[in-house]
Every structure is written in C-alpha cells, then in structure tokens.
C-alpha cells in the first residue's frame, strides 16, 4: 500500500466516512444476530445469520493470486464431502475478497472497459494479451483444472457467501472509474456499483467481513498471499 493510500485510509477510519459511504451502498437489514447485536446501518449484514452448517470457515482474500482465494473454498467444500460425505447442508464457506482481490467482484464489462488485465497483470492464454474478462468468471486462464477452477466466482456464489470489501472499492475501484470516464466521486461510485457480480454483497471493510464471520462461528483461513 502506497503512503498517499495508507494517509488516505486513515483519514477514511479516523473521520468516519466509511460508516457514510456505506449508506450509499448498503441494503436495509435490520436483523438481529446471533450474538445479540441489532444492525442500525443500512449494510446488508443477512448474510452472517445464514451460516448455519456444521462446518464453517471463512477464506480470507487479499491478492488475487490465480483466484485461489474463492477455489481454496471449493476444495474445502469437496473434501469434507469425499472424507465425510458431508451435505452441501453441513459447509458454510464464506469468502472475503480485500485489498487487491477486489477486482475478481466486478464483472466482464467492468474488466474490458478499465483494462483490469493490465491493472492486475492477467495475460489471455489465447491472446497473449492483457485479459479483458474476469477471469473467475468463465473459463479459468491459469492452467488449473477446468472441473474446479473454471467460473470459480459463480461457484463460490452458488455454494457460499462471497464478500467485497468496501474500503478497497473505494479506494481502488471508485478512483479508476473516476480516472477513467472523468467523473466525480458520486458519480463513479453509482457507476462501479452497477458493475459488481451479482450474489456478491458489500461489507463495510474486508476486516468487518472477515471478523464477523468469526463471530458466526467460522474457522479463519488466509486464503491467499499476504
């Protein structure tokens, strides 16, 4: 993290803007938790009294490093069913993806028009070229097997819970956008918004996310490098 990035985020905690910016962007939840907490935002936070399965972890996601953060939760959940033969029922995975991972929850449109490929350094096998798709999103360009690693996202979506950090949006994704389409703040982030993969929800910080599902009784795993 860059120093101007680092006093900007400061400045974001010590402020209070983050609690502001996530008004914009939550979904109405007033729903009590499991640990007697009463959700008086506007985040939707639904997602923590979901995880109810007898085993749960959550995958801690920093880097986008091949999309192992989201793929690392799909092994997790085939393992306990091949040792145990463990129900989809029992395995609540949560995935959180911060700090750099943030661009796997924008979408195709999202990666060819703001050149995410060359933000990311992400090559098209076919082309050579900058990729200009999410990779997580259709067939993986890494090399790893097409019956685990290809449309890892929609996986992760259709087994667990995926969620975006909103500090990393906003300090990564918004500004691109802003650089990009020469908008302002507002604007952009309305626009950025409109770009994030369907099933992934907001969360205040990934830190928020990644404790919160602590607290639901989730085992923590770094699912990528630090």
Request: net charge neutral.
């Amino acid at each position: 993290m860059s120093g101007d990035r680092r006093e900007f985020l400061g400045s974001v905690v010590g402020l209070g803007v983050a609690s502001m910016v996530g008004r914009q962007a939550g979904r109405t939840a007033g729903l009590e938790s499991p640990v007697g907490m009463t959700n008086r935002s506007e985040w939707d936070v639904s997602w923590a009294d979901k995880i109810t399965g007898k085993h749960r972890a959550v995958f801690d996601s920093v880097e986008v490093s091949m999309g192992l953060g989201l793929l690392r939760a799909l092994i997790w959940i085939k393992d306990y069913a091949d040792v145990y033969n463990a129900p989809a029922s029992d395995m609540s995975a949560v995935v959180v993806l911060r700090h750099s991972a943030i661009w796997l929850i924008m979408d195709d449109e999202f990666w060819a028009q703001h050149n995410i490929g060359v933000e990311t350094k992400i090559t098209d096998p076919a082309t050579k070229q900058p990729i200009k798709r999410n990779p997580m999103i259709g067939a993986n360009p890494f090399g790893l097997p097409p019956a685990l690693a290809d449309d890892g996202l929609k996986k992760a979506l259709a087994s667990g819970t995926v969620l975006g950090c909103n500090l990393a949006f906003s300090l990564d994704v918004v500004p691109k956008v802003q650089a990009d389409l020469k908008l302002d703040a507002a604007k952009a982030r309305e626009a950025a918004l409109k770009h994030i993969v369907p099933g992934v929800i907001l969360q205040p910080s990934g830190v928020f996310a990644t404790l919160r599902a602590q607290e639901a009784g989730c085992h923590y795993l770094l699912a990528t490098d630090a």
